[in-house]
């Protein structure tokens, strides 16, 4: 690797890290410019520019890094995140299976992929992927609280309930609070709603 490429991609973290994004991308432009054939640089201006809020540019450069590291599991799990970031979920949902395919221990993959299906009404699939997700990352609570609204979308009703309450008692009792719950998971509306039916049983 290029000692000067390397030396704009280091210095591009620190200004991701004092949020001035336009500095970082300028020195991950001029990474790309030493080092035109290398996908990393350009899955780190991609991360910058989503985080300076310009999602074209962001999955522009995803897709270089792409197009030249076709077998990194990561970064189709980043295009996948722009994809959902855009609403365009049909083609999240198809990085994040080759996330998976690539890498069948990425816990985060199964872990938006369950969102995902849930969000389509597949909720046995759902349900398999936030299963995956513990064994790989046992504990988790998101997992767990995935894991027992898609339960009761489910109709198993009783056993969504022993896992909230356990949620409740050994974890956050906010998880009692559905407004909390929807800020803290950042979930769409079809969990949100299932969890704010779960909690209404409780």
Same mark, same amino acid.
């Given at each position: ?5 390397n030396? %704009? ?10 949020k001035?994004y336009d500095?970082?991308?300028a020195d ?9 054939d290398?996908?990393d640089? %350009?899955?780190q201006?991609?991360n910058?520019?989503?985080?300076a809020? &310009? ?13 030249l590291?076709?077998?990194? $599991?990561?970064?189709y799990?980043?295009?996948?995140h722009?994809?959902t ?5 049909? $083609?999240a ?8 395919e690539?890498?069948?221990?990425? $816990? ?5 992929? $369950?969102?995902? &299906?849930?969000?389509r009404?597949? %909720? ?7 299963e995956?997700a ?9 997992? %767990? ?6 339960r ?16 409740v008692?050994?974890v956050?009792?906010?998880? &009692? ?16 709603n ?5 909690i209404?049983?409780?």
């Open positions: 690797p290029d000692d000067a490429a030396g %704009y991609m280091m210095r591009s973290m620190v200004h991701i890290m004092e001035r500095t970082a991308i991950l432009t001029e990474a790309i410019r030493l080092e035109p290398s996908a640089p %350009y899955y201006r991609a910058a520019h989503e985080l809020e &310009n999602l074209d540019s962001a999955l522009a450069d995803m897709n270089k890094a792409i197009e590291d076709s077998d990194n $599991a990561a970064y799990h980043s295009r996948a722009l994809y970031l855009q609403e365009n979920y049909d $083609a949902y198809a990085d994040l299976s080759r996330t998976i690539l890498d069948p221990k990425y $816990a985060n993959a199964h872990l938006d992929r $369950a969102v995902l &299906n849930f969000e009404g597949q %909720y046995a699939d759902a349900l398999a992927d936030y995956r513990n064994q790989l990352r046992p504990g988790g609570e998101e997992v %767990y609280a995935g894991t027992a609204v898609t009761r979308a489910l109709g198993q009703v009783e056993e969504a309930q022993k896992v909230w309450r356990l949620l008692s050994a956050n009792e906010r998880y &009692n609070d559905i407004e909390w719950v929807k800020e803290e998971l950042g979930w769409p509306d079809p969990l949100v299932e969890a704010r039916k779960l209404a049983g409780l």
